[in-house]
């Protein structure tokens, strides 16, 4: 492989934006060459990390490659030797130098097998707050990052993405976010609090102000519990921030979202599902057509189809009339603000189908038609899944309860509470028809949505079964 890797220079690799091809070359300063085989992450025309070999040893590679990268390098390096000092587990530097051809390369000791902290708690973030399999991944993450704030750390890009597990070890990782705000000394507890509210903000609310966790954190950096009730003013804040922050990435071209513009269109994908639903984004008529229709009414037509392997749910916005199409011009689609709640309530935890791509026709800055195209979620809705006149199972009864305390939560109401808007699968109730899904700013607005909800939900049942009093003693009051 090493044989037939091109030799390639820092502009060759910016031109090469998302696609450089692989394998490659680099010459470092000293004269050694280094071959990247594997990308893990991809800054387009910035920064490359990734698996490479250097004198036949493994190592993880940074090259940052922007025109002016130097400043990045040299953080990476200042951050990682920092790390060091303070006794705090990261990666062995092996060479940190110029490339022969323009830019900088960094090179850490290969972890292996090593997992991040944030794909452990993936296989366990549906767990209740406590739980000692998530315990074991959080816990130690507070307590490396109590040792950060001990030795006077910071993390400023911090998530559980850059904590790393390797031989029953917790490594932190990325260098350069880390910054020296008092080296030797610990940091004050305004400035600690602050950014332990940045990783807590991250873990469902449930989570917020967990003891266990606090402990752990506490244990690591040797101080005072932290103030409880102005830690969590402090998670609400980065909370909210972190959301409209996510949101406005789902409408333009980043890491996660492909974005294609032109007069007469515009669409938005998840970039790993790009070629995938390539043809469905060239034809989403096409593939509705090919699919089997559940709806084909006025003002919407519904379609399941099977693209691949995967099964979806294509949902086209129609315009009914020269009025109706006048009167929506102007307005973001039902279909785009349908793909913005569905993304509000995945960061927030709340299930619904994932909403995998927006597509709407334009005429310059004027809405015309619009499609949105989502997993399709074989459950059955609760209306056939529930009976009258019995309570629901345990399970079921849990996941009811759950997802409308996660929305009281988050102060969300649905604006159409019919019980096929629910759906039962695979241990959850995940929420569907997302066109009057609303995230209120106030309590009182949030207080009279939710009576709305709560009354249109109970309506699906007659007044007097077990089921209906079963939720109106147990759902969020009015």
Not at 86 to 103: I, R, S
Not at 164 to 179: A, K, M, N, P, T
């Amino acid at each position: 492989m090493m044989a037939l890797a091109t030799l390639t220079v820092a502009r060759s690799l910016r031109a090469a934006g998302r696609y450089p091809a692989l394998p490659f070359r680099v010459a470092l300063a000293d004269g050694r060459q280094l071959s990247m085989l594997r990308l893990l992450r991809l800054l387009p025309g910035k920064r490359l990390v990734g698996e490479a070999e250097l004198e036949g040893g493994r190592v993880l590679a940074k090259l940052f490659v922007g025109r002016r990268c130097e400043k990045h390098w040299q953080q990476e390096r200042a951050g990682l030797e920092a790390l060091a000092l303070a006794g705090v587990p990261t990666p062995g530097l092996v060479a940190a130098m110029p490339m022969a051809g323009g830019g900088y390369a960094l090179l850490t000791t290969f972890l292996d097998p090593a997992e991040s902290a944030a794909e452990s708690w993936a296989r366990v973030a549906a767990h209740p707050s406590g739980d000692s399999q998530a315990l074991a991944i959080l816990g130690p993450a507070m307590a490396v990052l109590g040792r950060l704030h001990a030795a006077g750390l910071i993390q400023e890009d911090l998530h559980l993405g850059n904590f790393l597990f390797h031989e029953g070890q917790l490594f932190v990782i990325d260098g350069d976010s880390v910054r020296v705000i008092s080296r030797g000394q610990a940091l004050t507890q305004s400035r600690a609090s602050a950014n332990l509210a940045v990783l807590l903000a991250q873990l469902p609310t449930e989570w917020d102000g967990q003891a266990a966790l606090l402990s752990s954190y506490t244990a690591g950096s040797c101080r005072a519990p932290l103030d409880l009730p102005a830690l969590r003013e402090q998670i609400a804040r980065v909370r909210a921030w972190r959301l409209q922050d996510f949101l406005s990435k789902t409408v333009r071209d980043c890491t996660l979202f492909a974005v294609e513009r032109s007069a007469t269109r515009f669409s938005v994908v998840r970039r790993r599902e790009a070629e995938s639903l390539a043809s469905v984004l060239v034809s989403p008529d096409g593939a509705i057509s090919a699919g089997v229709a559940f709806k084909d009414g006025g003002t919407c037509t519904v379609a399941r189809a099977v693209i691949g392997d995967r099964v979806l749910l294509i949902k086209r916005y129609n315009l009914k009339s020269l009025s109706h199409a006048l009167g929506r011009a102007l307005r973001p689609s039902r279909a785009w603000h349908s793909w913005r709640e569905a993304h509000r309530l995945q960061f927030l935890g709340i299930p619904t189908p994932a909403p995998l791509a927006l597509i709407e026709e334009r005429l310059g800055p004027l809405r015309r038609r619009a499609w949105l195209v989502s997993e399709f979620c074989p459950g059955t809705n609760l209306l056939s899944h529930l009976s009258a006149d019995r309570e629901p199972s345990d399970e079921v009864g849990r996941a009811i309860l759950n997802l409308f305390e996660s929305m009281h939560r988050a102060r969300i109401s649905h604006g159409d509470m019919k019980a096929t808007n629910l759906l039962w699968h695979s241990g959850q109730v995940l929420l569907i028809d997302l066109d009057a899904v609303v995230q209120h700013r106030s309590l009182a607005a949030h207080a009279r949505a939710w009576q709305r909800d709560r009354a249109r939900l109970l309506r699906n049942w007659p007044a007097g079964s077990r089921l209906h009093r079963w939720l109106d003693d147990r759902l969020p009051a009015a």
